[in-house]
Each structure stands twice: as C-alpha cells, then as structure tokens.
C-alpha cells in the first residue's frame, strides 16, 4: 500500500513479482504525480510510472487493465476506490491497483475517522488478503 518508486532507474527483477499498489491521489507524503518525498525528501516516480514499471517487470505491459469502481460504501467520506487489474495470459493478476480518488496517506478502513482522505468503502486488510491468497509465492 501507498507507495511509489524512486525515480532514478532500476534494475527489472529477476522473476515476475506480483504486485498491489494503492495510493491516493491527494496524499501529501508520496505525491500522486511524483516529485519529492515529504519525508525524506527522495525523487519518487508518479504512481502511473509505478504502475506501468510493474507492469512491464510482470508482463502484462501490452494487457488492457479490467477496471471497476469497489462499492461506494461511505458517500460522505469524498473518496472512490478504483481498481485496476492487469491479468497474464494464465489469468493471474500480476498487477492490481487500486487508486483512492480523494484519498491521502491512509490505508482504506470502515472503521476510520470522519476525515478528510479516509477512504471508507472497504478495508485494507480484506484487499492485502484478496490479493494476497491468489499467489502461492
């Protein structure tokens, strides 16, 4: 969860590594749009950057995403989940993202605060697993 590559160039793993990434696009510590780190002030990629160097690692760089809107569970908290799932060609998710419209620095959770940026429509931990218990690496 929320995290974006620096930006100088790196090395491609050796093996595909599936991946989940979710960020929100009014986070202020790692900006959506790339530039530097509010904490250790580290050049970061943008999150489509991240996004697409996963995608090229896993194999899935000429694969169409499979987009849908999670269920808008909480109308008042001004934040939509919207994930993307890049699939190879044995119908394994290699890349899953889920961008948190409206969301910042925070992981989604129906039990956070009323606050601005906290996402409420799912929980983070039920994603990680959903995720998660698809690979058996």
Same mark, same amino acid.
């Given at each position: 969860?929320?995290?974006?590559l620096?930006?100088?160039? !790196?090395?491609?793993p050796? #093996?595909?590594?599936? @991946? #989940?990434?979710?960020?929100?696009?009014?986070?202020?510590?790692v900006?959506?749009?790339?530039? $530097?780190a509010?904490?250790?002030?580290? #050049? !970061?990629?943008?999150?489509?950057?991240?996004?697409?160097?996963? $995608?090229?690692?896993?194999?899935?760089?000429?694969?169409?995403? @499979?987009?849908? =809107?999670?269920?808008?569970?909480?109308?008042?908290?001004?934040?939509?989940?919207?994930?993307?799932?890049?699939l190879?060609?044995?119908?394994?998710?290699?890349?899953?993202?889920?961008?948190?419209?409206g969301?910042?620095?925070? @992981?989604?959770? $129906? !039990? =956070?605060?009323?606050?601005?940026?906290?996402?409420?429509?799912?929980?983070?931990?039920? #994603? =990680?697993?959903?995720?998660?218990s698809?690979?058996?690496r």
């Amino acid at each position: 969860f929320i995290a974006n590559l620096p930006a100088d160039a !790196l090395p491609q793993p050796p #093996l595909p590594t599936p @991946i #989940l990434i979710a960020n929100g696009t009014q986070d202020p510590f790692v900006l959506y749009n790339g530039g $530097r780190a509010e904490m250790n002030r580290a #050049l !970061l990629r943008s999150t489509p950057s991240t996004v697409n160097y996963w $995608r090229k690692a896993n194999g899935v760089w000429g694969v169409k995403g @499979i987009t849908h =809107a999670l269920p808008d569970r909480d109308r008042s908290d001004d934040c939509r989940l919207i994930e993307t799932r890049y699939l190879n060609t044995q119908g394994e998710v290699m890349v899953d993202f889920i961008e948190m419209k409206g969301g910042t620095h925070k @992981i989604p959770s $129906r !039990l =956070a605060e009323h606050y601005p940026g906290n996402c409420r429509d799912a929980e983070g931990a039920d #994603l =990680a697993w959903n995720f998660m218990s698809q690979h058996s690496r």
